[in-house]
Nanobody, 115 residues
Framework: QEQFVESGGGLVQPGGSLRLSCAASGFTFRSTAMGWYRQAPGKERDLVASITTGGLLISYSDSVKGRFTISRDNAANAVFLQMDSLKPEDTAVYYC????????WGQGTQVTVSS
């Protein structure tokens, strides 16, 4: 079955950086567009970044554009999110999943931006 395991979150000060990783399994990863999503307390889960199969088409939400970078390694069935210039409003649980035809949600990784 499809599975997503996120890691790399933590507590960071405003302006800091984190790199999130996601290990995916149970489907043909190299043929699947992927996304990073986040859910802040009391809010809905939103898509923040997406990447197509070969990495040729990448998209970001306006709130993270210019600060976050999504990438993927098809040989390792992994997708990454480099987060720079972090802000307190980036605090959320971050998840990876397919961009379309969502699979089951993983446990996510908590990112807390606070001084």
């Amino acid at each position: 079955q499809e599975q997503f395991v996120e890691s790399g979150g933590g507590l960071v000060q405003p302006g800091g950086s984190l790199r999130l990783s996601c290990a995916a399994s149970g489907f043909t990863f190299r043929s699947t567009a992927m996304g990073w999503y986040r859910q802040a307390p009391g809010k809905e889960r939103d898509l923040v970044a997406s990447i197509t199969t070969g990495g040729l088409l990448i998209s970001y939400s306006d709130s993270v554009k210019g600060r976050f970078t999504i990438s993927r390694d098809n040989a390792a069935n992994a997708v990454f999110l480099q987060m720079d210039s972090l802000k307190p409003e980036d605090t959320a649980v971050y998840y990876c999943n397919k961009l379309w035809d969502l699979g089951p949600w993983g446990q996510g990784t908590q990112v807390t931006v606070s001084s």
